[in-house]
């Protein structure tokens, strides 16, 4: 099956630094998902991803669909607590299958 | 427009007996998708359903696992004679159509098998 590499497995940053993590596949994607899970919860769409070379902030998010359409990333700017969770990329391809990354665990010091 | 709600939250079943998971999926969304998420680890896919119909079960085990998305109703993901290797967090997200690619979650259910 299709593969997603995220990484980086675990962050542990200082508050208010930036943040950025990936997502690799030999697969291209249709779509890019970016969620987040807190504990105890289910994972929360952050930002949706259609077209190759497509940038899109929400507010301190951003992220790129990567041009070859194997790729993405996430950047969170000036980090804070409530930023501590896991973070999953996900891609969906033309047959609507979704594949998750393994999730990089953010965790931020005060 | 409520989100996807599942239930139960929380399900304790002894090694042998039947688990229900149910997914009520949001309001005019189509597809289902079930993932099984073990501690500390990621989502697994497990099964792609459509009304009435499965699309894709490569990631649910042949044994014991089943998935239906009734005309009606809820989807339901069945596992009969749990034992221990099946607790887990199960979560199910829905779409609108193969048109909109965007999925949400529901808050999962947490399986403990003793």
């Known amino acids: 099956g299709q593969q997603l590499n995220q990484s980086p497995q675990s962050m542990f940053i200082q508050e208010g630094e930036d943040v950025s993590m990936n997502c690799t596949s030999s697969s291209i994607f249709n779509t890019w998902l970016w969620y987040k899970q807190d504990p105890g919860e289910g994972p929360v769409l952050l930002i949706a991803?259609?077209?190759?070379?497509e940038l899109t902030s929400n507010g301190r998010l951003t992220a790129q669909f990567g041009i070859t359409r194997k790729d993405s990333f996430l950047n969170i700017s000036a980090s804070i607590p409530s930023d501590v969770g896991i973070y999953f990329c996900?891609?969906?391809?033309?047959?609507?299958?979704?594949?998750f990354g393994g999730g990089t665990r953010l965790m931020v010091k005060p | 427009n409520a989100g996807v709600m599942q239930n139960p939250r929380h399900l304790v079943r002894r090694r042998g007996q039947e688990a229900r998971l149910r997914c009520s999926p949001m309001?005019?969304?189509?597809?289902v998708y079930w993932y099984r998420q073990l501690p500390e680890e990621g989502l697994k896919f497990m099964v792609y359903l459509q009304k009435e119909n499965i699309i894709d079960e490569s990631g649910m085990p042949k044994e014991r696992f089943s998935a239906e998305f009734p005309k009606e109703g809820p989807s339901i993901l069945r596992i009969q004679q749990v034992v221990r290797g099946d607790s887990a967090a199960y979560f199910c997200a829905s779409s609108p159509s193969s048109n909109d690619p965007q999925a949400f979650f529901g808050q999962g259910t947490r399986l403990t098998v003793v």
């Open positions: 991803l259609y077209k190759a070379g």
């Open positions: 309001k005019g969304h189509s597809h």
């Open positions: 996900a891609g969906r391809n033309a047959g609507n299958m979704l594949t």
